[in-house]
């Protein structure tokens, strides 16, 4: 699998795992909304997770959330791309668009990011062939049903094998439009359309998803999943957090999506510690 990946002129080393910060710029995200919508806020918390060791910074401007309400093409635009403008030429670290608009995808990138990341894996009319002409790489999520419904009644006939057999057809999709295995990486979707169970399965399991054969990206910060384990409302959830990336880790994610970046950072530093005794 690729060691360093090409985030449109900013590399981002995969050797070892590597934190991605999350900015939403959103009033109704699950755990932030609103504390970020833009401005200031937003570019200041950029340039500190990035001080905090943050490899990467994850920008979205829609909820994802269960239950969010969808928003128009202009107003996901009109809150991420003064963002990435503004971020794109001060930050060392690559920025990724956390988007499923084919318009805002392209947009974002010639505003300067450097990664997609998709929750719909380019299902959406166009996506294929927008990302196809674009020079970046993309993370191509598993999601049963959409956000407004997802959580209501999910159901698998086996979710590690139903999660590993949709992201291998997505691989197929996206290669068969001309973009290169070198620029994708795959996210099981916690969270998205799985009960407790079917995420504790996919964590559990989640080395099993090495044989697809592309890097792998992981969003566990303080979800419904961890308070359901802990019960813990949303702001008392980084402990959990914390053990979720590790684990997450040790079974061969590239990429940890968090709310929290300085704890997580020194979490993963003593998981890549252990792992390099007695190489």
């Known amino acids: ?24 710029i959103t009033p109704d995200s699950f755990s932030d909304g609103g504390v970020f919508l833009g401005g200031e806020a937003a570019l200041e918390r950029a340039h500190r997770m990035v ?27 009109d809150r991420v791309l003064p963002v990435i403008e503004a971020l794109a030429p001060t930050l060392p ?4 668009v956390d988007t499923t608009k084919p318009e805002v995808m392209a947009a974002a990138v010639d505003a300067g990011a450097g990664l997609i990341n998709d929750v719909l894996a380019l299902r959406a009319p166009g996506a294929l062939e927008v990302v196809a002409a674009l ?89 419904s999943m961890l308070g359901a384990i802990v019960d813990r409302p949303v702001t008392q959830r980084l402990p959990a957090s914390l053990a979720a990336a590790v684990l997450a880790a040790e079974r061969g994610a590239s990429i940890i999506r968090v709310h929290d970046v300085a704890d ?16």
Not at 59 to 76: F, K, L, N
Not at 157 to 166: R, T
């Open 135 to 223: 020079s970046v790489p993309v993370c191509l999520m598993h999601m049963q049903g959409e956000p407004r419904t997802m959580q209501r009644d999910p159901r698998y006939d086996d979710v590690l094998q139903d999660v590993m057999g949709f992201l291998r057809g997505r691989l197929r999709a996206c290669e068969d439009a001309g973009i290169a295995r070198e620029r994708l990486l795959l996210d099981p979707g916690f969270g998205f359309g799985k009960n407790l169970h079917h995420n504790c399965r996919l964590l559990k399991e989640l080395a099993s998803f090495q044989a697809l054969g592309a890097p792998l990206l992981v969003g566990l910060s303080r979800k």
């Open 93 to 96: 670290v690559p920025l990724s």
């Open 264 to 279: 997580t950072v020194q979490a993963l530093a003593v998981v890549e510690a252990v792992a390099r005794e007695g190489l």
């Open 1 to 24: 699998m690729t060691a360093v990946l090409d985030c449109g002129g900013k590399p981002l080393d995969l050797s070892r795992p590597q934190v991605m910060g999350i900015l939403n």
């Open 51 to 77: 001080a905090e060791g943050a490899a990467i910074i994850d920008i979205g401007g829609e909820s994802t959330r269960p239950g969010a309400a969808g928003v128009s093409v202009q107003q996901e635009l």
